[in-house]
């Protein structure tokens, strides 16, 4: 009871959210509404990155919406519809992987196979490469084009800082979603200034599909490291507001439940203080995800020594340009 499982295409009308946080802390009680980072509640933008790191893979649970933020910094969006999308069949499995290329724990559990694969990281590589050196866009690639909500996570360096992490709530075929977010997650997330060639070496892409939305009655009715969660509320002014976490944001800063409802609302713009009854005004749809995360290194082992070509119209890489 008051659970609502979320299925078919209506979710491909719900706005964008944020995913993540930026260097987000919490101060005082969580019931005191600590986190800082303003949303915006702009309909259909948002970021998704985590300064702490996503680590490798996760399997995750996420929400509804266009497109969204969904590890911190400011951003939400506001929802014109409650529905979300049931998995997408099919999948590809990734064995052999580096601990800088793997499915997350939890992936494809039940004897499902992951869709998340490593050959879409390298995609995204190269849409990016692509597009920075001023050759053809990558052609079709050739795993699975079933259409899922999405997110693309850029970080950089040893500790993996976010560099830039934008997604969608609305189910895209994942050839053109995957070629979309992965150029607007590196060029255009509010945050961080366009990516440069210079970066392309301290590279890790995330890939993360979306699945299992459902819509609860208590915010309290998901698990921290599990679920993705987004809520929807009404601001002080009574304007609708949304903002969402990837299932690892809230497992990665420590945050128990409150703590993270509570900075998902000074995300999405709250500035009043958080009360108990407040909260339970919130609606919240909590999902799941499969996550890849391949690095710079591991894609030029796939170009080098595994000859993966994913359509390439061009000959790449001219690997000095990643020494």
């Given at each position: 009871m008051g659970r609502k499982r979320c299925v078919g295409a209506d979710c491909s009308k719900m706005a964008a959210g944020c995913c993540g946080v930026k260097k987000q802390k919490l101060s005082g009680s969580p019931g005191a509404g600590g986190p800082g980072g303003a949303g915006s509640g702009v309909a259909g933008t948002?970021?998704?990155?985590?300064?702490?790191?996503m680590g490798s893979s996760s399997?995750?649970?996420?929400?509804?919406?266009?497109?969204?933020?969904?590890?911190?910094?400011?951003?939400?969006?506001s929802a014109s519809s409650t529905n979300a999308l049931s998995p997408a069949p099919g999948g590809y499995n990734s064995t052999g992987l580096s601990p800088n290329l793997s499915p997350g724990p939890g992936s494809g559990s039940g004897g499902r196979k992951m869709v998340v694969s490593a050959e879409m990281c390298c995609f995204c590589f190269d849409v990016l490469y692509c597009h920075l050196y001023g050759y053809q866009?990558?052609?079709?690639?050739?795993?699975?084009?079933?259409?899922?909500?999405?997110?693309?996570?850029?970080?950089?360096?040893?500790?993996?800082?976010?560099r830039g992490c934008i997604g969608t709530f609305s189910a895209?075929?994942?050839?053109?979603?995957?070629r979309e977010y992965t150029l607007t997650s590196a060029l255009k997330d509010s945050r961080f200034p366009p990516m440069t060639r210079e970066e392309l070496p301290r590279l890790f892409c995330s890939v993360s599909l979306l699945t299992n939305?459902?819509?609860?009655?208590?915010?309290?009715?998901?698990?921290?490291?599990?679920?993705?969660?987004?809520?929807?509320?009404?601001?002080?002014?009574?304007?609708?507001?949304?903002?969402?976490?990837?299932?690892?944001?809230?497992?990665?800063q420590g945050w128990d439940h409150i703590q993270t409802i509570d900075s998902l609302?000074?995300?999405?713009?709250?500035?009043?203080?958080?009360?108990?009854?407040?909260?339970?005004?919130?609606?919240?749809?909590?999902?799941?995800?499969?996550?890849?995360?391949?690095?710079?290194?591991?894609?030029?082992?796939?170009?080098?020594?595994?000859?993966?070509?994913?359509?390439?119209?061009?000959?790449?890489?001219?690997?000095?340009?990643y020494s």
């Open positions: 948002g970021h998704c990155g985590s300064d702490l790191g399997a995750a649970a996420a929400g509804s919406a266009g497109r969204v933020n969904g590890l911190g910094g400011p951003g939400g969006g866009p990558p052609r079709t690639p050739r795993f699975t084009n079933d259409p899922y909500p999405l997110f693309v996570t850029w970080k950089i360096g040893r500790d993996k800082r976010l895209m075929n994942l050839h053109s979603g995957l939305f459902e819509d609860v009655g208590d915010y309290l009715d998901w698990e921290v490291g599990v679920h993705g969660i987004r809520i929807e509320f009404f601001n002080e002014k009574g304007s609708k507001r949304t903002a969402t976490y990837l299932p690892e944001v809230a497992k990665e609302l000074r995300k999405g713009g709250y500035k009043a203080p958080i009360t108990n009854d407040f909260r339970k005004t919130i609606k919240l749809t909590r999902y799941c995800s499969e996550k890849m995360t391949m690095s710079y290194a591991d894609y030029i082992t796939h170009r080098q020594h595994h000859h993966y070509q994913n359509g390439i119209g061009h000959p790449l890489p001219p690997y000095n340009h």
